[in-house]
């Protein structure tokens, strides 16, 4: 059994089947999945989902993409959320400099803001960052003051970077990226990370690993990462998901 420790079931490109296939993730060898918010009401429906079906937990929060969209109010909205029974992160949240859909200093605020709302519910947060690098782990680094803990989501950065997050305690999670043919700079990352520290995900509807790429992306996909990755450490899937189920559970504080 796997687990995918993000995606987004509630996008609109699930609204035909989402019922089919969220039953049918046991019988594809998925044991759980993580369903991530990226605005108010994607977080809502995270929340929705978790209440409906037991092998789906929820995270909540405002990605930079919708970083304008925030207000004290909105982070209030957050914290009362936060209470139900299957919220288990803060996420995804973060700096997003490739598409700048949110202007630069409403992200850096927002994702600051998130993150000590996280510190002051005790929970994880999931960081999404694009073409940000330095700037996402300077406001993480200022922010961890020992109790922050976290996960960088289809991490895309360096061994290097991996490894100075590993130090502020992070955890590094990879997706359908590693099957890429061009993914030289992913792979090494995936063979470097210590193995308790790995995580693995689809991010689906998008990123779709091969053989699938350009299709929908599924749950069910993150064996494609999971092979791959098993194939570049030289290790078999089972010890692979042995590990990055663990990883995960222990992060999220899943039982
Ligand atoms: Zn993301
Ligand atoms: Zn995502």
Known sequence: MLIDSHVHLDDERFDGDRDILINSLKDNKIELVINIGADMNSSMSSIELSKRYDNIYAAIGVHPHSASEMTEKTL?????????????????IGLDYYYDNSPR???RKWFREQLELAKELDLPVIIHSRDATKETYDIIKEAQDGTLR???HCFSGSVEVAMEYIKLGFYISIGGTVTFKNARVVREVAEAVPLDKLLIETDCPYLTPEPYRGKRNEPMFVKYVAEKIAEIRGISVEELAKSTNKNTKELFRIK
């Open 105 to 107: 200093d409403i992200q």
């Open 150 to 152: 976290g996960v960088l």
């Open 76 to 92: 209030d909205e957050l914290r009362e959320m936060s209470k139900e029974d299957k919220v288990i992160a803060i996420g995804e």
